[in-house]
């Protein structure tokens, strides 16, 4: 069970995982730095609670620590009990949710146990922004994504904004990097995978047309350059999403929420 434990000073160090989360060249959730991963508010909390992120400790308010109630039951891990402005003072930043965990990270997954079993998955090349890839994982978990895999140089899925704005899902769906990239796609094809590359080029089949694969790999890259050509060269079908005259492309995540939607349509 969670251990409560008041704390009256911010410069405790047991609070450290906490401090200082908007400072670039302190900050706890960098992969080579303490590599934590942090979750914020009760709901990402709760989401972390039911993951593979091994908990470590919470900070929080009272308020939070009554709303999560019998959630902590199963976490041996303490919770630091704070006032809204002593945790203001400790992370840098006033925090409207009232509650920060934080996790080590666990070992990485391999591309196998990621990609055996599933139907369904989205591949990411060069995607940089946090934003996206939070929102890429949030719309895959709710339109039925087994998974994301990584290719190129994308940015770190467990950074603290990649986290909130996935509203924990990074937390829950299971990712993993594509080994030796572009050349690692026909991996998938062996398993089945049909591979398909979203692209604005008005050359591209629609959609809607295009997929047609048991098993499905829709790969996606970053706002504005898009995918590589080469990349492009090692899918199966290259596909666009119909627009209106005159728009040129979509937020990628935008883009990938319409390809999942398509894809669970298509699929009955």
């Given at each position: 069970m969670v251990h409560v434990i008041d704390i009256n000073d911010p410069a405790d160090p047991r609070l450290d995982s906490f401090r200082d989360l908007n400072s670039s060249d302190r900050r706890p959730d960098l992969p080579d730095g303490r590599g934590l991963v942090i979750a914020e508010g009760v709901l990402v909390v709760q989401r972390m609670i039911d993951s593979r992120f091994p908990m470590a400790g919470l900070l929080g308010v009272e308020g939070?620590?009554?709303?999560?109630?019998?959630d902590l039951d199963a976490v041996d891990a303490p919770y630091y009990?704070?006032?809204a402005e002593m945790m203001t003072a400790c992370i840098g930043f006033p925090l409207n949710r009232g509650v920060l965990a934080v996790a080590e990270r666990p070992s990485t997954l391999t591309f196998d146990a990621v990609v055996d079993g599933a139907r369904t998955l989205v591949i990411l090349e060069d995607v940089n922004d946090h934003e996206n890839i939070g929102s890429i994982f949030r719309n895959g978990a709710g339109m039925n994504v087994d998974a994301v895999l990584f290719g190129g140089s994308c940015a770190d899925p467990l950074y603290r904004r990649a986290v909130r704005v996935s509203m924990g899902h990074v937390l829950r769906v299971p990712f993993a990097d594509v080994p030796d990239w572009p050349n690692g796609l026909q991996l998938l094809?062996?398993?089945?995978f049909q591979v398909v590359s979203l692209t604005p080029n008005p050359e591209a089949l629609p959609l809607a047309a295009a997929m047609s694969g048991e098993?499905?790999?829709l790969l996606v890259?970053?706002?504005?350059?898009?995918?590589?050509e080469h990349t492009m060269?090692?899918?199966?079908?290259?596909a666009r999403i119909p627009m209106a005259p005159g728009a040129d492309s979509l937020n990628v995540a935008t883009a990938a929420a319409m390809a999942f939607y398509e894809r669970i349509r298509s699929d009955g």
């Open positions: 939070r620590l009554a709303k999560l109630g019998a009990r704070v006032t094809r062996e398993r089945g098993k499905v790999a890259g970053a706002e504005g350059p898009g995918l590589r060269q090692a899918t199966d079908v290259r």
